[in-house]
């Protein structure tokens, strides 16, 4: 984030303005991906019309960046239309796609509306591998095509490689693959439960050795040691800062118009059908829950050796039960990052080793099992 | 002399923060914040005000101060920010396409 963005932002989360908002248009897609959080069944999403307005209500509070997603976005055939009446409202506008429907005249039109980047889920640069994840024979080849045909209108495009148990190993390959094309390349190796709460997806995200590996590639996070290095003890100053900008300068808003502090974060606030956008975001009596917990208010993570340094994500922690409450998930991280556990991981083989194992007592003569 | 007209440049992106203006260039996404007379530029800047105009009704109304100093001084702004590719600038009228509510905020 350059120096200027992060000082809007902090005026942003003193001003309380939602600055970067991400609304999903559709939860429909082209694609299976095996890790995907979404139903894509279509239970009534926002007519064009819900969505114009949403998008005036949205310049009116204050918004900037409006990240349009899915879903796949290009599945919905007003999505120009939508494009179109965001540019005129003067969002600074990000893309996030499966770019399978981009070809050279959806090209000439992004480019036409000036959007800020074009963000494009590429799993693998081997066909069998990345084909395997979407479940759609030939898509890498169509979403590389894609991202040609947007580079040659001079476009900013953003690889997105999220990483799981049948791609651990392909990442330096996807790598070079956007040097090649000569754009950027994000690593994620968080695979998210299911919006519902369904966990069983996890089970494809990376072991801890596999997140040890990349922690301590430098081509990815530059000076190992001291990116792996354990944080200092925290300060007061620390322990009374915000977890991350959910709710704070961050909302979602999925396609039926509900209303959430981050997509990773699906704690319902309001719905846009019901109450105005920003009415729910000032108002909401979830949305101000959120925004009032500080690092010294979590209830396994203050005392954490990781505190000042981890990436908790409040999300992930309330999709475990519990938004004040660790993410097991980023506490894996911490503890691939660094070698050290965390304070929940302590926790949970303490519980353990402390489990009283009952047996059944041996069945005696007379006496029914 | 020839008048000077301004308009927004549809490639950027804009929102007022408190009051203050920020643009993000639509040629390299640098962000920029506009200071309170370059502000007055911006929200003013439609294509078919000349500068000279813009100076006269709000900026030396606004800051009182005098009016061909400050017209030196927005024209200077205006090309500084022309340079960005934050407005454009012409001695004709600019052609708009057809207002947008969204283009105030």
Known sequence: MSDLLAEMTARAQELNIPLSVQLDLTYRCNERCVHCYLDHN???????????????QMADAGVFILTLSGGEIFLRKDFFEILEHARRLMFCVKLKTNAVLIREREARRIRDLHVESIQISIYSHRPEVHDAITLIPGSLKRSLDAIRFLKSQGLKVIIANVLMTQNAQDYPGVRALAAELGIECTLDPTITPMMDGDRSVLGLGVDREALRQVFRDPSLVGDVDEFCAIAAPPGEDVLEATPCSAGHTTAYVSPYGDVYPCVQFPLPTGNVRQQRFLDIWQHSEQMNDVRSIRLKDLTT?????????????????????????????????????????????LSKKRAAANLVQIRALPAMAGVPA | MSRLYVARNPRVAARSLDGEMMIMSGRDSTLFTLNKTATIIWQNADGATPLDEIVERRICVEFDVERNAALEDAESLARELAGHEILQISEEPIPQRKPNVGESR
């Not at chain 1, 279509?42 to 005036?56: N, S």
């Not at chain 1, 990781?306 to 998930?329: F, I, K």
Request: aromatic share 4%.
């Open chain 1, 301 to 345: 993570c203050t005392g954490c050796t990781h505190v000042s340094s981890c990436t908790r994500c409040p999300g992930l922690a309330y999709l475990e039960g519990n938004m004040r409450g660790p993410s097991s998930q980023d506490c894996e991280k911490s503890f691939a990052r660094t070698g050290v556990p965390s304070a929940n991981m």
């Open chain 1, 42 to 56: 279509d239970h009534g999403e926002m007519t064009t019309a819900e969505i114009k307005q949403l998008l005036d």
